[in-house]
């Protein structure tokens, strides 16, 4: 079953017209459902991890599949004014020189990515089209809420820790010691009014963290779904209200956190993403990318893993490195890659 997907799943994204009707099919069939759902979880709180947890039908939104996740789109659109994007979104941090196959694709003309450092990635392994770097993607993103009400909620909430734990993904569950990770964060905690923890909604929905944040009275949070279209403005909502920050894996949150001025820690910890039959995300990089992964996560973890409430000048370098901070776009410049007409 699993290799009937991927060789349906390689015709569709490699053909135009097979990608047309795909999409077409998503959009009649999931259009209303996905449009209310969107509009009942705009003005919902993200305490409200509950209900921003649901499951959304994908509806494809821009055409490229990958460029519909975690409202990045949405965010550039409305910082830019374009109503159209072509370029497929690389839609997080990748580090080493791991590309994926839909990458190579002809159905993907032009990519969107952090950083000079990962556009060299693209090139070495032979991408041959427009590669466009446009800097931390929560750049763009607008609050979801009123400077006001984000002034209310600050001041509510105080002196605020926010901790972002390594989360599962799409037919793989994070496990990590969650008890050693509450411990460590409690003793960074001890003059903080609130410890908030963003957990990511598959990880809501299967309930591996729920029980043991609940127990240690950390408050929950979510950005929402990966098809919601205000992931992005949520996400930057919980991190504007932390005072410091912490995980315990390098992530894309880390550069997020870091640019919007919120010191960040490593809590060094081992974490394993297991599919079904224990099968390891390792699986999927060869050799090669598993080596140039580590020595790029080495380079963060060395940055980040010594505690410091403010942030270094070696952390703003690394962040500048790997999620392009001095590639950031005006409003103009954005607009002008995102109508570029060889798309």
Known sequence: M??????????????????FFYNSFYRLKNKTRFYSEIEKRKNTSIFDYKKLSQPL??????????????GVYHSLKEYSGVTKISSAIEHGLYL???????????????????????????????????????????????????????????????????????????????????????????????????????????DILDAYYLKYFKKAAFKIVTAGHRYDINFLSRLKLIIKLADFTVSNTVGTHTGYCVYLNKPHFIIDQEVELLGENKTRIEN????????????????????????????????????????????????????DILKDDKN
């Open 57 to 70: 039908p994908f509806y494809p939104i821009e055409a490229v599949k990958d460029s519909n996740f975690y």
């Open 2 to 19: 699993n290799m009937l997907r991927k060789i349906v799943g390689y015709f569709v994204k490699n053909f135009k017209l097979m990608l």
């Open 96 to 202: 080493g020189d791991y590309v994926p196959f839909a990458s190579y694709l002809r159905t993907t003309k032009s990519i969107i990515t952090f950083s000079d450092n990962r556009k060299k990635h693209l090139i070495s392994a032979k991408i041959n089209k427009p590669i466009y770097k446009i800097g931390p993607y929560i750049h763009y993103a607008k609050l979801p809420i009123s400077e006001n009400e984000y002034t209310k909620l600050k001041q509510s909430l105080g002196k605020t820790l926010v901790l972002f734990p390594s989360h599962s993904i799409k037919n793989f569950n994070v496990r990590i010691d969650v008890i050693e990770l509450i411990e460590k964060v409690e003793k960074l905690a001890l003059n903080y009014d609130t410890i908030l923890v963003c957990l990511y909604y598959k």
């Open 284 to 335: 999927y990089r060869d050799e090669k990318q598993l080596e140039s992964l580590s020595a790029e996560k080495d380079l963060i973890l060395k940055e980040f893993t010594i505690y410091s409430e403010s942030i270094t000048q070696n952390q703003k370098k690394v962040i500048d490195k790997y999620w392009g901070i001095s590639s950031i776009k005006n409003p103009e410049d954005l607009l």
